[in-house]
C-alpha cells in the first residue's frame, strides 16, 4: 500500500521528481521556499503545505531535495523544520547532497522523535531527474530502503543501497570527483581538437564509442561544441559538492589534484559571474588560458 509522500524542495531536480511521483499515482504533499513553483504541481493534484512542518504533518515519508547542508539542516531541524511535524516510525529521506558528518547529526535527532532516516543523494542532472532515470545510491538501514523503494523507482533506475547512514553521502562525492574529473578531459580533449583544425562533431562520433566514451562525453560534449551553456547542474551547485569533496579528502588525508584543479577552475568562472552556466561550462576556463574558442 502506498504512503502518503511528502517533497521539500523543487529546484531543477525537484521539479521532475516530483512530476515522476506523482506520474505514478502517489499522493504527493509539496513545499518550497519559492511558492510560484508549487503551482504546476498543485493543479497537477498535489498537495500545497505551509511549511516542512506542515509537509511532515501530512505524511509518512517526507523527502527533502534542497541545495546544501544548511539547506537541509533548516528544513528539517529549525524553526518550523520537518522534525515538528514528524511522528514516530516516520522516515525521512534526504536526496540533497551534503556533509556525511552533518547528515549522520540529522539521523541522529530525528531517532529521538522515533523517526528514520536515509540519505539517497542523486546523479543525471536534470534529464535524469525529468525522465525518471536517475542514479540513486542510499545509506541507511535495509528494512527503510525497501520501505522506500517503490518512491526510488519512480524517480530513478538504478538503486544501491550503499550502506549504512552517511554512506549514500560519500558515495555521491565519490561520483562527482568523476563528474568533474571526467569534464576536464573532455575540455582538453575538446579544446585540443579544435586547436588541431579537426571537426568536432566527427570527432566525437569517432571516440565516442570507444574506451574514451562517458556520459559526460555523450551529453556535454555536443553542447560544449554548440555552446549551449544551459544547467543540468550548474557550477556553482558543483561548486558546493567540490568543497564537501575536498573538505571530506583532507580529514581523511587523500590528495586529490585532478579535483582541486577544476574546483579553482570553477572559481576562476564564478568571478566571471558564471556561475548560474551548466558544469560543463568549465571548457571555458581551459578557453580562457588557450586564447582559443571550441565550437562546431
Given at each position: 500500500?502506498?504512503?502518503?509522500?511528502?517533497?521539500?524542495?523543487?529546484?531543477?531536480?525537484?521539479?521532475?521528481?516530483?512530476?515522476?511521483?506523482?506520474?505514478?499515482?502517489?499522493?504527493?504533499?509539496?513545499?518550497?521556499?519559492?511558492?510560484?513553483?508549487?503551482?504546476?504541481?498543485?493543479?497537477?493534484?498535489?498537495?500545497?503545505?505551509?511549511?516542512?512542518?506542515?509537509?511532515?504533518?501530512?505524511?509518512?515519508?517526507?523527502?527533502t531535495c534542497v541545495s546544501d547542508t544548511a539547506d537541509v539542516e533548516e528544513v528539517i531541524l529549525r524553526e518550523?523544520?520537518?522534525?515538528?511535524?514528524?511522528?514516530?516510525?516516520?522516515?525521512?529521506?534526504?536526496?540533497?547532497?551534503?556533509?556525511?558528518?552533518?547528515?549522520?547529526?540529522?539521523?541522529?535527532?530525528?531517532?529521538?522523535?522515533?523517526?528514520?532516516?536515509?540519505?539517497?543523494?542523486?546523479?543525471?542532472?536534470?534529464?535524469?531527474?525529468?525522465?525518471g532515470t536517475l542514479s540513486i545510491m542510499v545509506g541507511g538501514s535495509a528494512f527503510q530502503v525497501e520501505r522506500?523503494?517503490?518512491?526510488?523507482?519512480?524517480?530513478?533506475?538504478t538503486i544501491t543501497h550503499v550502506g549504512e547512514i552517511g554512506a549514500g553521502q560519500t558515495v555521491k562525492l565519490?561520483?562527482?570527483?568523476?563528474?568533474?574529473?571526467?569534464?576536464?578531459?573532455?575540455?582538453?580533449?575538446?579544446?585540443?581538437?579544435?586547436?588541431?583544425?579537426?571537426?568536432?562533431?566527427?570527432?566525437?562520433?569517432?571516440?565516442?564509442?570507444?574506451?574514451?566514451?562517458?556520459?559526460?562525453?555523450?551529453?556535454?560534449?555536443?553542447?560544449?561544441?554548440?555552446?549551449?551553456?544551459?544547467?543540468?547542474?550548474?557550477?556553482?551547485?558543483?561548486?558546493?559538492?567540490?568543497?564537501?569533496?575536498?573538505?571530506?579528502?583532507?580529514?581523511?588525508?587523500?590528495?586529490?589534484?585532478?579535483?582541486?584543479?577544476?574546483?579553482?577552475?570553477?572559481?576562476?568562472?564564478?568571478?566571471?559571474?558564471?556561475?548560474?552556466?551548466?558544469?560543463?561550462?568549465?571548457?571555458?576556463?581551459?578557453?580562457?588560458?588557450?586564447?582559443?574558442?571550441?565550437?562546431?
Amino acid at each position: 500500500m502506498s504512503e502518503r509522500i511528502g517533497f521539500i524542495g523543487l529546484g531543477i531536480m525537484g521539479q521532475g521528481m516530483v512530476n515522476n511521483l506523482i506520474k505514478a499515482g502517489h499522493a504527493v504533499s509539496i513545499w518550497n521556499r519559492t511558492r510560484s513553483r508549487m503551482e504546476r504541481f498543485i493543479e497537477a493534484g498535489a498537495n500545497p503545505c505551509t511549511s516542512p512542518a506542515d509537509v511532515a504533518a501530512h505524511s509518512e515519508i517526507v523527502i527533502t531535495c534542497v541545495s546544501d547542508t544548511a539547506d537541509v539542516e533548516e528544513v528539517i531541524l529549525r524553526e518550523n523544520g520537518a522534525i515538528y511535524g514528524i511522528e514516530s516510525g516516520n522516515l525521512v529521506i534526504d536526496m540533497s547532497t551534503i556533509s556525511p558528518q552533518m547528515t549522520r547529526y540529522i539521523a541522529g535527532a530525528l531517532a529521538q522523535k522515533g523517526a528514520h532516516m536515509l540519505d539517497a543523494p542523486i546523479s543525471g542532472g536534470s534529464e535524469g531527474a525529468a525522465n525518471g532515470t536517475l542514479s540513486i545510491m542510499v545509506g541507511g538501514s535495509a528494512f527503510q530502503v525497501e520501505r522506500a523503494m517503490p518512491y526510488f523507482e519512480a524517480m530513478g533506475k538504478t538503486i544501491t543501497h550503499v550502506g549504512e547512514i552517511g554512506a549514500g553521502q560519500t558515495v555521491k562525492l565519490v561520483n562527482q570527483i568523476l563528474v568533474v574529473v571526467t569534464m576536464l578531459g573532455v575540455s582538453e580533449a575538446l579544446l585540443f581538437a579544435q586547436a588541431g583544425g579537426l571537426d568536432l562533431e566527427k570527432t566525437l562520433t569517432a571516440v565516442s564509442g570507444g574506451a574514451a566514451g562517458s556520459w559526460m562525453l555523450n551529453n556535454r560534449g555536443p553542447q560544449v561544441i554548440e555552446r549551449d551553456w544551459q544547467p543540468g547542474f550548474t557550477i556553482d551547485l558543483q561548486q558546493k559538492d567540490l568543497r564537501l569533496v575536498l573538505e571530506a579528502a583532507d580529514q581523511l588525508g587523500v590528495p586529490l589534484l585532478g579535483t582541486s584543479t577544476v574546483f579553482n577552475l570553477y572559481r576562476s568562472l564564478q568571478n566571471q559571474g558564471l556561475g548560474a552556466d551548466g558544469n560543463h561550462a568549465l571548457a571555458k576556463a581551459l578557453e580562457n588560458l588557450a586564447g582559443i574558442k571550441i565550437h562546431a
